[in-house]
């Protein structure tokens, strides 16, 4: 996806950011559920962006440009809260989860005035909001990252940082902010139970977000012997296949993993 930095124009006001218009396509939302394993409940739902009948990210995301990025967030905002809402969350403890693009953010409080008017039309508590980015996505300005999460952090919603491990500035990101929550990445965890290298990492990681108050999650956990490691390493928050697929405009049920429940 195209980065971009904030232009002057951005600065002074934004149609995108006010009202969401100037996109030339539509797009829906899956939703896949990150769960709490020690009390086997869904801690939030992540919103993926979807083509209109399903159609693969890939397939929306390509038509992403830096003419149409600050409309584009602002309305996978908006589409997730909603079909959320619609899908039965607010039927649930689950919390939210919505990535968003730092870089199509020009001022938090700005950006942000569309989704608290989305959030209270529906009847969404904003402290049930989680919003994450991906350190893949390259920073621009890490002050104004840093910025977002701060008053993110303010107004009451979760921040989360995902793919951590993969993207530009791993530590040293984390060095400059500390969000609620890191997601680690999918090939940080893949094949942990036979990778010594892997497990090693991971219980480091998880120790420093404990001494720092971060949580941590597991996604892309596609096996039995993956879940068990992390499990082992302390990891309470686990996202993947091995639990549920996304689900098209839907809240997807979780299939728990069989050892643990011979287990309990």
Known sequence: MSSVTPSDGARGGCPGCRDGAGLSFTFSMAFQ???????????????????????????????????NLYAFDQQCRVRAIETSVKAGLLDTSARLSINFLPNAVYSPAACIQLTLKTAGAVGMPTDRLIFEFTENEEMLDPAHVANIIATYQKMGFGTALDDFGAGHAGLNLLARFQPDIIKLDMELIRDIDTSSPRRIIVEGMVRMCAALGIRVIAEGVETLGEYDALRALGVRYIQGYLLAKPAFEALPAVQWPVRQKLAV
Do not use: H, K, N, W
């Not at 869904?42 to 399903?54: C, I, K, N």
């Not at 693969?56 to 038509?63: D, E």
């Open 33 to 67: 559920p990150i769960v709490d394993a020690d009390t086997e409940t869904v801690f939030a739902y992540e919103a993926l962006v979807r083509g209109p009948e399903g159609q693969s990210a890939q397939s929306v995301l390509s038509q992403v440009d830096s003419a």
